[in-house]
């Protein structure tokens, strides 16, 4: 970060892009990896698993067990899966270089992490990719998604109908 501010690529601290990242005004960890879910039970579950991660893994620090560390670049190979393929698609097991189901290794590691949800059995994108191929149009695909956002303002929801 010093040499990105010395060579004046950055002028100040947020126009560096992370993952995961602890904030340096507040107490918590900002996660920008995560797309926002238009789908207020979804939105839940990512914040439970989140929460419940970050508590597990500082038990785990504090308690001295070991965590992994594998190769970064096995990490932006599951990344890319994860973007690509969603929880329809398999990663790397990072520990055995085993591949399996995305749902599998997020059970496993919600399982872990004592997360107190569970894994969608078909998340937005599967959803609407799924209506696309039954013939929906785009604009049907975002109306039925648009209903499932939380109504803040009743005026809203009479205009949506």
Do not use: K
Request: proline share 6%; glycine share 6%; charged share 25%.
């Amino acid at each position: 970060m010093r040499f990105l501010y010395d060579t004046g690529s950055v002028t100040e601290h947020t126009q560096l892009w992370w993952s995961v990242r602890p904030h340096l005004a507040f107490p918590t960890i900002e996660l920008r990896i995560c797309d926002a879910q238009p789908d207020l039970e979804d939105a839940r579950a990512l914040v439970s698993l989140v929460y419940s991660l970050a508590g597990r893994i500082l038990r785990a620090v504090d308690e001295g067990e070991t965590l992994p560390a594998p190769p970064p670049r096995l990490i932006e190979e599951n990344m890319w899966r994860a973007i690509r393929y969603g929880l329809s698609g398999e990663l790397i097991e990072l520990g055995t270089g085993r591949v399996r189901s995305a749902r599998d290794a997020l059970a496993e590691l919600a399982e872990w992490a004592e997360a107190d949800f569970e894994v969608p059995g078909a998340n937005s994108a599967e959803r609407q990719i799924a209506a696309l191929q039954e013939g929906a149009t785009i604009q049907e695909v975002f109306a039925a998604e648009a209903v499932r956002w939380p109504v803040l303002d009743p005026e809203l929801d009479e205009a949506r109908g």
